[in-house]
């Protein structure tokens, strides 16, 4: 049995030591917070939740997986149900696309109301990333990545110069195809310039498997994972902040913190490396995605028609709404949640109201973060490394590190965006710590 010490309690670091936990291992969760969860946690004000953080996943089977070989299925936890509209765009040119999930079809009807024959085209922009789907999911999502033993398609894939811009631009001629289809970077502070062609897999992901969200908040997630890691007998210490990692004899053997020493046999890094001394000399060249402008909303009265979960108003600022479940607000209100990146995104309500959505009357409480504010809350960015070309790949840790004895998770480990990369990159650690 190895003593596992895992710093940070966002959704990366639970669901590693919830994995880790069940092979039999002793596991000790850190966190200078005062609750579990990192960004995948709630937000409460006057009545009101927002989840602070994603509202939906991709690939559900990597949570169903996780569920399953930490103790207990999902569906005995937390109903997971799929959106029949991945998110609805709106153009400046007043033309929208509500772009279904789980079907071709679907995605091809609904295209095709922007234009006759651009159902067909965007169909073959999404079925280009069929390869390398199967190439990044057995060779680099579900083990870890190694040249001696992945596919040389597949090296060849992860060493390509080809960017999404160009990818975007050679296979959709419509600009408002190019906008739905970098929507997944641009919202998450990435330049299509700098993130390389196969990201883009994530247009497949969504045709294929849609999107799908836990009814009450994603943070429910978290909340059990906290729950399942107690009650296995996992020590989740919060409060704690913690300050390096302790190497002797060439590797980790504690980890420092406010509150003293804590031996390990294996430390499993959870938030940004540059955090820790130890590892931050083995990133420098990478920079972290930069939070976008939050404004949590509490609202009451005859609220604009948003039809869907997520709404996107393309233009500058780049406006994303997303609409909180029910029961988020007291009754006869409601609670929104807007994302704003661009020139005026400050005030993200009265970017609104320039696009004629029109809000401010309504508001009854509200709580707004800004950049800056929002990497103090959560102790760094919770959006991983920024793309900043091919070099990136090869630049970013995980699942391990130079440091022998340290292995890498959450966002700034996976390869792609949201909880369902973060959980395989998760699952990816739990295999290198041998089970009992």
Known sequence: MARVVVVGAGFGGLAAAARLVRLGHEVVVLDAADAAGGVCRRVERDGHTWDAGPTYTLLPAVLRDLFRK??????????????????EHRFADGTSLALPGGSRGAQVRAVDGLGAGLGEQWAAYVASYTETWELLRTDVLERRWSPEVGRTATARLLDSRATLQRALRRGLRDRRLRLVASHPFDVDGHEPGGVPAWAGVVAYLEQRFGTWSVPTHMATVTEVLADRLAGRGAEVRLGTRVHDVVVRGGRAVAVATSAGEVDADVVVCAIDPRRLPVLAPHVGATQPAMPPVVAHLGLEGDLPDLPHHETVIHGDPLLVVRVQPPGSAPAGGAAWTVVARGRGAEDPVRSLAERGVHVRPHVVTRIDLSPRAAAERWGGS???????????????????TPVPGVLVTGAHAAVGPGLAFVGLASALVAAEVPPV
Do not use: C, K, N
């Not at 103790?71 to 991945?86: I, K, Q, Y």
């Open 382 to 400: 919770p959006y991983g490394v920024r793309w900043e070309g091919r070099g990136t790949t090869r630049q970013r840790l995980g699942p391990r």
């Open 70 to 87: 930490s103790g207990r299925p999902l569906e005995r936890e937390m109903d997971l149900v799929a959106h029949d509209v991945v998110r």
